[in-house]
């Protein structure tokens, strides 16, 4: 084949990801007249946040009477203490005056008779620490994601902003630039897909939003692009993932499919049932039932169906009722949720219950960050900021949803960490003037992306391969379901171990098929397939080490949460051999003005 065509690029800034936090970090990177590059693998309004459907919680207290600390105390608890309370306090704080700011932008809010903004309940969301339920959720009915993004997007069109903003759609990012002497970023290599060849971006300072990555579990709520390349750009950069084993399951994914149904159906009412008809959160959270937090209402559906009351053939599931909120009401406040149910499983909500089953949703750990977004090191005694590298949204880990986020929290994390790493990126280009890394030409293509155009040469000239990345995908996504899922224990998670050990072998023989270079979607998965093995082997790892239950990370052989041993972060890097060191953290239990919220035993 003709040699790989490489173009270079040189931007102040590189932003990798266009969903809600890289759009946010780049209305505040264009913003402060920083020539910024947006790289993204689909057009910006196709990012998952689009999807998005309950809402955004901020202690706006239209409905009733609420504060930023209660909605502090919630985050805290629902993390099961192991959130990062000055984070947390940064972000519950910042809340109202974030959608104060997206309502100035226009995006759409369902109103209330006096005009306010609707504010839902949602689940583990309180007023007056834990006394009652809260609603505390704005929404755009149930399509929220959707008028968030494209709010976003289109501020980033304003005539002050656009200037500065270059998008990249259908760029596929591939690699982390660092120079390791000043141990900083100078830029990244990504793949351009609509025509084939590789870009190398240099800049002062990248920002990593690349959202979520649960695309490795048979059921899952993700988009197709979910597949965590931020993560393995970071893992093979030599930065660690913090907590990855803390992997939330929404408890109402479609039956059989997964795609999510809103814990605002609950919000405004629904319930779930087992086989006998009975509302069986009352077991598990009996003050406030469905409405508990994710990691809770999960096991008691996976309870539910272990102690042989789940629904179908297979008893296998639950069922989700909504009737009863009446037809008006539903096609009103969830016409998605309608859409969604009837399209993919034949049911009308308005008429019969939906069938559920807990599905893989989001990822609480991630690239670690400090309150101010910028991606930290841990040099043995303390967090040590990377100068230029920043994270922000799902694929961060600052940690503002510890071991289980709470839902309508990630919208929320998306603007207020967004924008964190945005503005803190600017001020410290503009005030810390830094030196521009400027490699002559002739070593460019060489020095930086020399290994990358090698193996995707390699992928050219070579054969078709031995083995089919379908085939290792397929078992990847049916054993991580399997043993890395709601509930844990040692021989499983040790089993999937050996299993990665298989599935790293076999990825060495997969070739690649189709030669074009256009839209080359199966040299695409090639790397989403990599990169879902380094996300699945920090997960796993993780697991395996985490000897205790707390939040999303429920071990049948270690049952309870063990504070004095385990209230700790996982910062879990690969080194060369591909082999997986693991660090503990302290958390920073500490907020910026609040006081601790301790440890207590969590009941809902
Ligand atoms: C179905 C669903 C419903 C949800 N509902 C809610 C809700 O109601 N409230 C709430 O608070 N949270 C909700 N969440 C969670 C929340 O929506 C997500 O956590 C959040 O949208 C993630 O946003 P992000 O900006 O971090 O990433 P995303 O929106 O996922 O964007 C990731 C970006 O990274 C880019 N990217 C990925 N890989 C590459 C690559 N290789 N090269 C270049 N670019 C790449 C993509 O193109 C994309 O632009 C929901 C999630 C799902 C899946």
Known sequence: ???????????????????????????????????????????????????????????????????????????????DYIGDQDAMEFFTKNAPKTIIELEHWGMPFS??????????????????????????AVACSDRSGHAMLHTLFERTLHQDIAPYVSYYSEYYALELLM??????????????????????????????????????????????????????????AGIAIKDPEFIQFHPTGI???????????????GYLLNAKGERFMKTYAPHVLDLASRDVVSRGMAMEVLEGRGVGPKKDHCLLKLDHLGHDFIMDKLPGIWELAYKFVGVDCTKDPIPVQPTAHYHMGGI?????????????????????????GECACASVHGGNRLGCN???????????????????????????????????????????????????????????????????????????????????IAAQ???????????????????????????????????????????TEAALARKES??????????????????????????ENGKVEIEYVPVRTKPLTAPTFQPKKRVY
């Open 111 to 136: 109103r209330i008779e006096n005009g306010k903004a609707y504010q839902r309940a949602f689940g583990g969301q309180t007023r007056n620490f834990g006394e009652s339920l809260a609603h505390r």
């Open 410 to 492: 990630s919208l929320l994390d998306l603007v207020v960490t967004g924008k964190q790493a945005g503005r803190n990126c600017a001020r410290w280009i503009i005030e810390e003037k830094p030196v521009f890394p400027n490699p002559p030409e002739e070593f460019i293509a060489d020095k930086y992306a020399k290994g990358i155009i090698d193996r995707i040469k390699g992928y050219y000239e070579g054969g078709e391969g031995t083995v089919s990345m379908d085939a290792i995908w397929e078992d990847l996504r049916d054993t991580m379901q399997e043993n890395v899922s709601v509930f844990r224990i040692e021989e499983k």
């Open 550 to 575: 707390r939040g999303a990370h429920s071990r049948d052989d270690y049952p309870e949460r063990d504070d004095e041993n385990w209230m700790k972060h996982t910062f879990t890097k690969i080194d």
């Open 179 to 236: 120079d390791k002497e000043e141990r900083r970023p100078i830029g990244i290599v990504a793949w351009d897909m609509v025509n084939g060849g590789i870009h190398i971006f240099f800049s002062y300072a990248v920002i990593f939003a690349t959202g979520g990555n649960t695309r490795n579990f048979r059921t899952n709520t993700n988009a197709h692009v979910n597949t965590g390349i931020g993560w393995t750009m970071c893992l093979k």
């Open 497 to 539: 171990v050996k299993k990665l050990d298989e599935y790293e072998k076999q990825f060495k023989e997969v070739g690649l098929t189709d030669k074009g270079l256009t839209f080359n979607t199966e040299l695409a998965e090639i790397f989403d397939l990599e990169s879902l093995l380094y996300v699945s082997r920090v997960e």
């Open 1 to 79: 084949m003709a040699d790989i065509d490489v173009r270079i690029e040189e931007f102040d800034v590189v932003i990798v990801g266009a969903g809600g936090a890289g759009l946010a970090a780049a209305i505040e990177t264009g913003g402060s007249k920083l020539k910024t590059a947006v790289v993204s693998e689909v057009y910006p309004t196709r990012s998952h946040t689009v999807s998005a459907q309950g809402g955004i919680n901020a202690a706006l207290a239209n409905m009733d009477e609420d504060y930023w600390i209660w909605h502090m105390y919630d985050t805290v608890k629902g993390g």
């Open 255 to 269: 039956y059989g499919v997964g795609n999510l149904i809103t814990e605002g159906v609950r919000g405004e009412g």
């Open 368 to 392: 670690p960050t400090n309150v101010d977004a910028e991606v930290v090191d841990w040099d043995g005694e303390k967090e040590v900021p990377i100068p230029g590298l920043y994270a922000a």
